[in-house]
C-alpha cells in the first residue's frame, strides 16, 4: 500500500491543536524561538503521543514579534547554534516524556532560505546532527537542505504543501507575492492527491513540475484547519493511501 505522512507546525498558539491530531500522523511542535515556550512544547508533545503521532521540532529564528518569518542575516555559525538550541530543548522535554523526537522541520524564514541557499542549508544539517544525527530533516521538495541532509548521511524527508502554490523551479511563491495560498479547500485535495500519486503539481504559470511528496504539510492556523486537514485524510484513505509517518533508520 502506498503510503504518506501528513505533518502539521503545532505548539504555536493556535486553538487547533488537540483537534488536529487526529487527522496527521507527525507533529513539528515551535522550540520557543519564532512561538511557544518549555510549557506549550510539553503540552503539545504529550497530545501528540497520546494520538500516536509523532514529534518533531520546529525551531525558528528567536523573532516572535516576526513570527520567525522575516528573513535574518546570521552567519552560518548563529545559525547552526539557533537550531542546535532549539532542537536540543524539544529533545530535553521528550526524554522528561520519556518519548522519542523523531525530526526536524525549520520554521518560515529559515525553512525558505535553506531551500536555495547552500551555506544555511549545511549550517542547519550541521545543528540538527549535532544535537542527534539520528533525527530525519523535513524540507522543501528538491531543495538544497534536503541535499544537504543527504550529504552528511542524515535522513532527509520531502515535504510538498497542500495550501501553497509554487513556481517552475518547485520554490513556494513567497507570501507576500500575487497567489501565494490555494484557498479553495477541494482544489487543494486534489492537489494533495496528486502529488502523492504521481508526485507532480501545476505551478501558479500552469506548467506540470514533478516532486517527490514523502510528507504534506498541512497548516494549523486557520479558521477550518481542521475540516481541512479530515477532508485530505479522508480523501488520501479513501484512494488506498496509508497515512503514518517516515521511519527513518
Known sequence: MKSIDLNCDLGEGYANDAALMEFISSANIACGGHAGDRATMRCTAELATAAGVAVG?????????????????????DVREIVWGQVLTMADVCGELGIRLCHVKPHGALYNQAAIDEEMAAAIVEGVKAADPSLMIYGLAGSLLIEAAEAAGLVGISEVFADRTYYDDGTLTPRDHDDPFVNDPDVAVERVLRMAREGTVAAVSGRVISLTAETVCIHGDGPDAVEFARRINARLRGEGIDITAPRGV
Not at 59 to 69: L, Q, V
Request: charged share 20%; glycine share 10%.
Open 57 to 77: 521540532a520546529h525551531p525558528g529564528y528567536p523573532d516572535k514579534s516576526n513570527f520567525g518569518r522575516a528573513a535574518k542575516v546570521c552567519s552560518p555559525s
